[in-house]
Structure formats: C-alpha cells, structure tokens
C-alpha cells in the first residue's frame, strides 16, 4: 500500500514537478499516507510530521534513490527513468559550506541550483575533498 502510493507520487512528480512528490510526503495530496500514519501501518489523526522543506530532502536523499533501486530490482526501465528524469528537474535546496567550498575551490564556478548537481558536489567532497585526495579525484584529471 505505500509502495504504491510512493511510486505513484514519483510518476506524478516526473510529470507534475517536485511539488507533487513533497505534497505525498508531507500529506497535501490526494489519499496521502503520511497524512494518515505516523509510521509504516501506524494509522493517525492531527497534524503532518513533516514539512515542506523536510520531504525535498528525504525526496532527493531517500525516496528518489529507493524507487530507482527498486526500479533496477524488478528490471523496469520506466521507473528508473522516472526517479532519474524527477531528480535531474528537482529544485535544488538551499547551498551549504560544502557545495559552496567544491563549487568555488573544486569547479572554480557559482554552485549548482539544482539538486542533482548539488548532491554530485556532496559526493566530490565526501570522496575526495574531505581527505584532500586531490590526486585521485577525476576533477584533477581533466575535463570529464
């Protein structure tokens, strides 16, 4: 019941723009499981658990990630395509001191506005960056 309401949410959001996919998460679309459950199964009443801001995150850091590995699990092309073409669209999130430091230092340009290139700016410095491997990073070997 939520897999499919989740992989429902990821279509429409392909479609419809991020928005959709946050709305499911925070409970403002239509029959929302969040809106009515406080975990998996547990049924509730009152207020969401969530925000707005909150679900972009878990979208772009959990939920688009698992529809895609469970996309690849059961060898379906379209809802891998979706999970992809939904995150390369997906509005970036506020930048931070880590996308700011591999944009300016790393790149030498203005970070990224959306958030996949933000979350390849995340993984240049958690690989590379962090433990100054410098040498090892494909950025130092030229244009990629």
């Known amino acids: 019941y939520w897999e499919r309401g989740l992989l429902e949410a990821t279509m429409d959001a392909t479609e419809s723009g991020a928005g959709t996919l946050e709305a499911a998460l925070v409970g403002g679309a239509d029959e929302p499981y969040w809106g009515v459950h406080y975990d998996f199964g547990s049924p509730k009443r009152g207020s969401h658990l969530i925000g707005p801001s909150r679900a972009?995150?878990?979208?772009?850091?959990?939920?688009?990630?698992?529809?895609?590995?469970?996309?690849?699990?059961?060898?379906?092309?379209?809802?891998?395509?979706?999970?992809?073409?939904?995150?390369?669209?997906?509005?970036?999130?506020?930048?931070?001191?880590?996308?700011?430091?591999?944009?300016?230092?790393?790149?030498?340009?203005?970070?990224?506005?959306?958030?996949?290139?933000?979350?390849?700016?995340?993984?240049?410095?958690?690989?590379w960056c962090r433990d100054k491997n410098c040498g090892e990073c494909p950025i130092a070997a030229g244009p990629l």
């Open 56 to 127: 972009a995150e878990i979208a772009v850091n959990a939920v688009l990630p698992l529809v895609y590995a469970l996309g690849q699990h059961r060898s379906e092309d379209t809802l891998c395509r979706s999970a992809l073409d939904c995150l390369r669209n997906y509005p970036g999130r506020g930048d931070n001191e880590l996308t700011r430091y591999v944009a300016r230092e790393v790149l030498r340009s203005k970070p990224r506005r959306k958030a996949c290139p933000q979350q390849g700016l995340l993984h240049l410095y958690r690989r």
